[in-house]
Nanobody
Framework: DVQLQASGGGLVQAGGFLRLSCAAS????????IGWFRQAPGKEREGVSC????????YYADSVKGRFTTSSDNAKNTVYLQMNSLKPEDTAVYYC????????????????WGQGTLVTVSS
């Protein structure tokens, strides 16, 4: 079975940091790009970042550039999202997803989704 297990969320003060993990199984990890998305209450799902497992290329939304970094450990089939300088507006449920077509901003291009992990940033 395909599984994407997101973890690492929690409560942090503004200016703090968190590292999210996305552990993947059940598919050929190297053939997929892994994206991070987030959804705040009452808002649409937003693309945050994406990393290609094959060549390490990345994409970041303008709202997180310079603060968030995504990385991949192919030996562990795990992708990380290091989130620094967190802001209250970063509060959301964060999801990881797998896309067979490479880097993508559109969530419709992703085949598999994890269950989400809640990040809450207090002011």
């Amino acid at each position: 079975d395909v599984q994407l297990q997101a973890s690492g969320g929690g409560l942090v003060q503004a200016g703090g940091f968190l590292r999210l993990s996305c552990a993947a199984s059940g598919f050929t990890f190297d053939d997929y790009a892994i994206g991070w998305f987030r959804q705040a209450p009452g808002k649409e799902r937003e693309g945050v970042s994406c990393i290609s497992s094959s060549d390490g290329s990345t994409y970041y939304a303008d709202s997180v550039k310079g603060r968030f970094t995504t990385s991949s450990d192919n030996a562990k089939n795990t992708v990380y999202l290091q989130m620094n300088s967190l802001k209250p507006e970063d509060t959301a449920v964060y999801y990881c997803a797998a896309d067979p077509g490479g880097l993508a901003e559109n969530p419709d291009e992703y085949d598999y989704w994890g269950q989400g992990t809640l990040v809450t940033v207090s002011s």
